[in-house]
């Protein structure tokens, strides 16, 4: 059964510095890895979709990158803002299912 | 843009009742999704679909049934409300079986 680990559970950084955020998962035949991000009490917005085949993927000021073979995905905001300020879900997919995080709380103080 | 929508926002309900909670995508995707997400469990699959009729359980189906009659349209149902099913329900699609997923804004369900 696949596990997927975010670490570490909670950040809150000064407005302008950059983000790192972490997911490793266990078993690494996955077809693909996807970031979201969670505003309280709403659905989840899809960010970034890494296919097993890449080494990264670039959307603005994110960046994340994928290392298969070590289970590991990042996740980097560049020049955080406090609109940045959620919760950041990474789900990687086996057999047409995705498992997910439990998730990085982000917290950008202005 | 892709555009999941959910029936409701807020629902509370008894024990016993029966409940719909009711997912519409209009980007023609082929497959459906329900999760449920509780604090410390995170989200997890109940049911989905990859195709008008079909279903699959996920790693959660007890207590739960799906319904997909039309493409756009995947129903879940709680034939029974139980306290133990006050959650928020969240429902996605996806183009095919590896393409990204898109999730609607959530039902937050209370079972009283």
């Known amino acids: 059964k696949q596990e997927v680990t975010q670490i570490p559970a909670a950040l809150s950084v000064p407005e302008g510095e950059n983000l790192v955020l972490n997911c490793s998962f266990t078993d690494s035949a996955i077809y693909n890895l996807q970031w979201f991000r969670q505003d309280p009490g709403k659905g989840l917005t899809s960010l970034l979709l890494i296919q097993s085949s890449q080494r990264e993927q670039t959307s603005g000021r994110l960046n994340a990158s994928l290392d298969k073979s070590s289970g590991r995905s990042t996740l980097y905001i560049a020049a955080s803002q406090p609109g940045d300020s959620a919760t950041y879900l990474c789900?990687?997919?086996?057999?047409?299912?995705?498992?997910f995080g439990a998730g990085t709380t982000v917290t950008v103080r202005a | 843009d892709v555009k999941v929508t959910q029936s409701s926002r807020y629902l509370v309900k008894r024990t016993g009742e029966k409940v719909f909670l009711e997912c519409v995508q209009d980007m023609d995707h082929e497959n459906m999704f329900w999760y449920r997400q509780d604090p410390g469990l995170g989200l997890r699959l109940i049911y989905f679909s990859y195709d008008v009729k079909m279903k699959e359980k996920g790693d959660i189906p007890e207590g739960y049934s799906v319904s997909r009659e039309k493409k756009e349209r995947f129903s879940l149902i709680l034939e029974s409300a139980s306290t133990n099913q006050t959650s928020m329900y969240l429902c996605?699609?996806?183009?095919?079986?590896?393409?990204?997923?898109?999730f609607g804004p959530g039902t937050r369900l209370t079972v009283l």
């Open positions: 996605a699609s996806s183009l095919a079986e590896f393409n990204e997923q898109f």
């Open positions: 789900a990687v997919m086996n057999d047409y299912k995705l498992s």
